[in-house]
């Protein structure tokens, strides 16, 4: 059985873009948990948590966004 990348390698940045993915997760993690910390621990304030809420998803957001991005240039390497 042939070795994927052997056939089709990743782009020379791929290191480069997954690691920036990997920073974007942590991120959006640690406003989950920060959220979660908002609502708990004897301190309750929805409105912190809302807003952690809303910074992980602006987050995940854009992870989609440049999954999808990366989804389309493999596609393409895959053709040419």
């Known amino acids: 059985m042939a070795n994927p990348q052997a056939v089709n390698p ?4 791929w290191a480069k873009r997954v ?3 990997s920073v974007l997760c942590g991120e959006a993690a640690r406003h989950m948990a920060e959220a979660r910390v908002s609502l708990g621990h004897g301190a309750f304030d929805p409105d912190g948590a809302f807003a952690h809420l809303d910074q992980a998803l ?3 957001r854009s992870l989609h966004a440049a999954g999808s991005l990366i989804d389309r240039e493999e596609s393409d390497l895959c053709r040419a």
């Open 10 to 13: 990743p782009p020379p940045d």
């Open 58 to 60: 602006a987050i995940l």
């Open 19 to 21: 690691s920036a993915l």
